[in-house]
């Protein structure tokens, strides 16, 4: 899906070029079925990369026609960087690798010539400690990960060994990716220049001066794409663009003293209330998540998740560990950006799941291992250790911690694998002791039994319980003929009374809230809209606000490339005004894996998935879902609207979680 956006980028390290004190060589894997720009070749392809002002065309020298390659192993890797670094020798190096993200799961999926490779997180680690072993270069000026979800603390710790500087974003990325012509540019202007002035520039430069912003003419060309107003202002447009965007510039020398003022926290953290860290979990800014899609994120941004601990445990010395940590990490981020949209992010994202999610990555022979996958940040950091603290009331040494893998000299020769104990064992029972996850609701009652179209409804019940996370009004229509419920709206609760650290928003929820629930229930539907077609979708919540408007919401479907024919599992974002915001399609067909912004094209289908509620023989309700309408893309963008509901039989429900995401209604 980012064929075309990938061969631009290109293109603008072409408008630069290389130089007499700067090379830039690339290598580009391009897809069969997706863009079919300059020649449609679908081959991989090697470029001495030099100046030319044309954006739709590869002009540089052609080294060489790889034919088909497998981008997701590691030999793809190793090959091409040894090769470069021994063919174009140079007194600094850099590496840039772009392509689908997804922490420390990895990316750069590949199904051609072999469905499903892709690079993990362990490859990425060995292929750069083969990369250096092999060309004898002592370390890399630079790694940059021009890909969605990879500026967190076990990516850091996976490549700390082997540059001194690098450059990723804990969010998704737009399908700009980073604005190469800008801090090239200055790289050519200043080539002495070290490795964090080059992370600077990236950051600094990101999106408010990529070429398809700052140029008139490659601006119209992507507006006209997008199906969006030509006549938009490169300002408005990068405005809108780096809303809910992140880029991070992280100094990894000083990534080893962070690791210490973690672990520090983290042992702090063992003598409080463990509710107080599980709140701060469930409230921590998140970021997309590569897991179940209808689950909270476990990507949660580090810094925040320690104010918010802090402020929730009300312990000195926590507060102490975390003004310790707080120096250390900003020693550790070099530059950082984030859009009004991620206003909690900090520079660094962790791994944190909830239960579920821990049962699932947590044993040796899960498909997605955690420690398996990122065993480097396991031997350097304690954070396995407090996850089974946490979760299991197991206790830990504090020392058991090995920094030495973070050094040049020493961590490319560790073997990883001894680290890669499993977080969890058949034996354990995820328990999460001392954290109160008793929820109580009286019976839902309500005002009236039928109401007119414009009229309200008064919902009330009684919630009992200390840890209370989020609280969810759902809305289920009776259809009749299928003796089905149709789940048509399901959207926040909003507390009277908002809290805010870091400019992220959460719930405080009274005792007199819960003890006297009271909801006034509107009744709406709202609709998708392409074109002339619409139909009813579900418009998930999925970013809390103080109210409607402050809150983002997503629609469930299945993305249909109309070139390739190729189908992705999607999440379109639409804002609190209902306005759309991008869609983001998913690697696997059941919402995980690599997310990737989709530019749309004409022809390109999206077919909504419909949520309903069957009641089984024991009287439970069972949510399916399935694919519902599907519309068109017609060259404008999708729209939303709101409208009074159908008369008919509805079941209106309030939802509870607690903060271990236990739900009661």
Known sequence: V????????????????????????????????????????????????????????VNSTEIADLGEVDSGSPKALIDFATWAMKAYPAKKYALILSDHGAGWVGGWNDDEPKEGSALTLYDIDQALAAILRKTRVPMFEFIGFDACLMSSVEVMAAVAPYARYAVASQETEPALGWAYAK??????????????????????????????????????DYLDELGE???????????????????????????????TAFNDFLFALTVSDPAAIAKARTYAQSFE???????????????????????????????????????????????????????????????????????AVGYADS???????APRFVGVSLWDEFLRFHYLNQD??????????????????ANLTDYAIPLLTDEDEITAPGIDTELTMTPLEISEDEIAADDTLLL???????????????VNRYDEENDIYLLEDLDYVASDVSAEIDGVIYPQWSADDLADFLYEWEPTVYTLQSGDDETVALFMPEVYGKGQRDTDYVVHGIYTLANSGAERYALMHFDGDLNFKSIFGFQDLDGTGAPRQITPRQGDTFTVLDHWYTINDDGEWILEKSPGTTLTYTGQPFTAEAYTSDPGEYVLGIIVTDLLDNTTA
Not at 206 to 212: F, N, P
Not at 396 to 413: N, Q
Not at 460 to 471: C, H, K, L, M
Request: avoid cysteine; charged fraction near 25%.
């Open 396 to 413: 830990f040494d504090p020392e058991a911690v090995d920094l030495s893998l973070l050094d040049p000299r020493t961590g490319p020769k």
């Open 183 to 220: 801090f090239l540019d200055q790289l050519v202007t200043r080539p002495t220049q070290n490795g964090a002035g080059l992370a600077r520039a990236i950051v600094t430069s990101y999106i408010v001066s990529d070429l398809r912003i700052t140029n008139t003419e490659a601006r119209t």
């Open 2 to 57: 980012l064929e075309g956006d990938i061969f631009t980028d290109l293109n603008e390290a072409e408008w630069v070029g290389s130089s007499d004190a700067v090379t830039i060589v690339a290598q580009l894997d391009r897809y069969d079925g997706e863009f079919d720009g300059d020649g449609d070749w679908t081959s991989t392809k090697r470029f001495l990369v030099e100046q030319d002002d044309d954006l739709t065309t």
């Open 289 to 359: 998540t590569v897991f179940d899609p209808e689950e909270p994120s476990p990507y949660i941004d580090l810094g925040n998740f320690a104010n918010l601990v802090t402020n929730f445990a009300d312990d000195p010395d926590v507060a102490d560990a975390l003004a310790t940590l707080q120096k250390a990490y900003r020693a550790t981020i070099l530059a950082e950006t984030h859009g009004p949209e991620r206003s909690g992010a900090s520079g660094l994202s962790l791994f944190f799941p909830t239960p579920d999610l821990l049962t």
């Open 460 to 474: 009330a019940t009684q919630i009992a319980g200390e840890n209370v996370g989020y609280i969810y009004i759902e």
């Open 229 to 259: 107003d030509v006549a938009t202002t490169a300002r408005a447009l990068s405005q809108t663009m780096r809303a809910d965007t992140t880029l991070t510039a992280v100094d990894l020398t000083k990534f080893a003293d962070l690791m």
């Open 367 to 373: 498909e997605l291992a955690y420690t398996a996958y």
